[in-house]
Each structure stands twice: as structure tokens, then as C-alpha cells.
């Protein structure tokens, strides 16, 4: 792929990501100092590691690894952590439309971070073509 | 077989048609939205605690439930939440709490002063000594860790050096509590450690001219 295609591929990523509602996400990638390769495969390849980044907080394998750390760890009772949540203070109940939120990944993001990350190799490959 | 332009679009758009397929509905967006930042924030508070536990030899029990508990706002210490509590041999017990607020350095200048929003500051993790209530003084912090999630800007550079100034002041290197990790010794009195983890690479960019006033910038990925 030339430099030319792999700035429009950064412009069509972008606009898919905008479309789905994450206009922050989109402009927190730009905006960061992520994006401050000169090249555009540098550019699109720094922003879909930063895509895949957001997407594995997610993923389950993230939560696996996570309560692998905490099982060292033992309750005041002698007893495994259970898991993680979130609880949502009073003033953003309206905003979240709940009281806790469970923090457990996705399996079905696993593979999404894995596709995302077989696509980044082959972009960064495909730039020394 | 080289990858064209048309190839690369298609992937990228059936990967993103799964991640909507998870993330759902804009309410669903916005809670992931806040829920990946939390996500961060357990992922370094598991590394915290593990590195407590593994390179300073602390004893690690969660108290006051079975499950950790992070919030959506930040607060006072509200000692019916569940909270980790860390102890050493003969070292007085010390307890980590997370999105708890701390009382300046500034405040604590203008004693006698009813506080305002700009009196404290949230941190997203925070070691104190064991039985710390409300806003604990920018004295008590032991340990002051701040999590970033997906992109690092200047500007969160920029705060975190602001609370910086709010921990402590700038002195020779002085010891802190702990023995080697995360920091034996900080250039700041009080002697907290303060502490700003990103999954941004950027981030370590700045740890340069952090580490003149104390404050690390440390890239840790998933």
C-alpha cells in the first residue's frame, strides 16, 4: 500500500469510529500524542493500536488477568475476591441508568483484539512492500 | 499476499461491527465509555497491589466485602466500602483506597478556612496509614497513583504536576515508606509518591521532567 492509501484508510477508520458514536474516542487518539508519527502508515498504524487498546479494556482476557493478580489476595474471611464492580454514586444514577455496574470482559472481544492486531501486523508488513 | 486497500477497509469494517455489537446502545456506549476507564483503573490497581505485595513484602487482605469496589465518583473515605488493607512486620498498617479525595496543601495553609471545591483533589488510588476517614490530608498520602486510560494529553501533565504541588514541597530527595518500590526516596516533603499510569506509550515522554518535582509517568499496557 502507498502512503496515499494508507491516509485514506486512517480517514475511513476514523469516520467508522465517529459513526459508531465515539467522536471522543476518535478525538482522544488524535489528539494524544499517539498520532505524532509524520507518515501516515505511522499515523493509522498508532491509531488502530490505540483503537485496540480501548477495545481489550473490555475483552475478557483483561478481567482473566486481572483476577489471576487478585487471587493472591484473600478477603478478611479467608475467602477468594470474587470479582470487580463499579458502584454509581447517587448524583450519576440518571446518567448510567443503574446502581453497579459489573467490570467483567467480553470473550467476543478477544477475537476482535486479536483480528485488530493480525490487521496491524499486516499493515505494518504491507508498508515495506 | 500483500493486503490492498479495499481488503484493509473490510476488515476494519467487520471489526468494528462487532465492537457495536458488544458496546450496543448509546446509553451502552456511554457506560463503556466510563467503564473502560474503570477497567484501567482496576487493571493498575491489580498491578499496585501486586507489586506492594511481591517486591515490599505487604500482606494483602480486602476488607469490608468480597468484591473490589470502584465508584463513579470520587469522595470522601467512607469506611464501609470495601477497601485493601496492607501489613508488614513491624511497620505500622497502611490501607489503599480508590476515587477519594485529599485535602491540599494549599488548604491546610489557610487553616481555619470553610473548604471549597478547589480544597481537594481526587485520586484515582491512595495509600494512607490504616483508619484514615474523610479527606485524608495532603500529609497522610502515602501513595497517590493516577490512571489514563487509551490517549495521554498535555494537559493531564499539566494536572497531575498541579497535584503534585498540592502533596508536598519541593526538597532535597527525601525517604518515603517504602523500600524500593515504587520509589525509595522522592524530592518532595512530605514524602509522598505520586504516580500517573497510561496504556499510552506517549505518556513516558514525560517522565523526564516529571521526575524533577516526583511524579512518574509510567506506560503499563494490558
Not at chain 1, 6 to 17: C, I, N
Request: net charge negative; proline share 5%.
Amino acid at each position: 500500500m502507498t502512503e496515499e492509501e494508507f491516509g485514506e484508510l486512517l480517514e475511513f477508520v476514523r469516520a467508522a469510529v465517529r459513526s459508531q458514536g465515539r467522536a471522543d474516542l476518535d478525538e482522544l487518539l488524535v489528539g494524544s500524542r499517539r498520532i505524532d508519527a509524520v507518515m501516515p502508515q505511522g499515523q493509522l498504524l498508532a491509531y488502530l493500536e490505540g483503537l485496540r487498546d480501548e477495545i481489550a479494556l473490555r475483552a475478557d482476557r483483561t478481567t482473566r488477568q486481572m483476577m489471576l493478580r487478585l487471587r493472591e489476595i484473600r478477603t478478611e474471611n479467608d475467602d477468594p475476591i470474587l470479582g470487580v464492580t463499579v458502584d454509581i454514586m447517587d448524583e450519576d444514577v440518571a446518567v448510567y441508568g443503574a446502581r453497579s455496574i459489573d467490570i467483567s470482559g467480553s470473550p467476543e472481544l478477544d477475537s476482535v483484539v486479536s483480528d485488530l492486531n493480525e490487521l496491524i501486523a499486516q499493515l505494518r508488513e504491507s508498508g515495506d512492500q | 499476499m500483500a493486503l490492498s486497500l479495499p481488503d484493509a477497509k473490510d476488515r476494519i469494517s467487520t471489526i468494528l461491527s462487532a465492537y457495536k455489537a458488544v458496546s450496543g446502545t448509546s446509553r451502552d456506549l456511554l457506560t463503556s465509555t466510563m467503564t473502560s476507564g474503570k477497567v484501567y483503573e482496576a487493571w493498575v490497581l491489580t498491578h499496585v497491589l501486586e507489586m506492594l505485595r511481591t517486591q515490599e513484602g505487604y500482606d494483602v487482605t480486602l476488607v469490608g466485602g468480597d468484591k473490589v469496589r470502584l465508584k463513579s465518583s470520587p469522595g470522601p473515605i467512607n469506611r464501609s466500602y470495601a477497601h485493601f488493607r496492607l501489613r508488614r512486620d513491624n511497620s505500622p498498617g497502611l490501607e489503599v483506597w480508590t476515587d477519594v479525595e485529599f485535602m491540599t496543601l494549599s488548604s491546610s495553609l489557610r487553616s481555619g478556612a470553610v473548604p471549597g471545591p478547589g480544597d481537594y483533589h481526587e485520586i484515582d488510588i491512595l495509600v494512607v496509614a490504616e483508619g484514615a476517614t474523610s479527606r485524608p490530608g495532603h500529609d497522610q498520602v502515602l501513595l497517590g497513583v493516577e490512571c489514563k486510560n487509551t490517549g495521554f494529553e498535555k494537559d493531564m501533565m499539566r494536572a497531575a504536576l498541579g497535584v503534585r504541588r498540592e502533596l508536598s514541597f519541593l526538597t532535597e530527595p527525601a525517604p518515603t515508606i517504602f523500600h524500593s518500590w515504587p520509589r525509595s526516596t522522592v524530592p518532595a516533603y512530605p514524602s509522598s509518591v505520586y504516580a500517573v499510569y497510561s496504556n499510552d506509550p506517549g505518556v513516558a515522554k514525560y517522565d523526564e521532567a516529571g521526575k524533577v518535582f516526583g511524579v512518574d509517568f509510567i506506560y503499563e499496557t494490558m
